[in-house]
């Protein structure tokens, strides 16, 4: 069972959309791209959120406007 998983599982890697290879030859997978945008984003939010917990008057709204771009 463990066999035919591993299977599957490399199956489905071979199957990646590849956005480029790099000058070393290396293949840049989107789905690993994507994620890193998407760590890279939600780390933003997060210091957004804080800040603006300091100075809630001044920053809130535009703070929404952002987080809202942001989500969306």
């Known amino acids: 069972m463990i066999a035919a998983v591993e299977k599957k599982k ?5 199957k990646q959309w590849i ?3 790099r000058s070393d030859g290396k293949e ?3 789905r690993e ?7 890279w984003v939600q780390r933003f939010k997060a210091v957004g959120d804080i800040v603006v917990q300091v100075n809630p008057l001044y920053a809130g709204a ?6 809202f771009i942001l989500e969306v």
């Open 10 to 14: 490399a199956e489905c890697e071979r």
């Open 28 to 30: 840049v997978k989107v």
């Open 19 to 21: 956005a480029y290879k």
């Open 62 to 67: 535009p703070w929404a406007a952002v987080r």
């Open 33 to 39: 791209v994507l994620e890193k945008i998407v760590g």
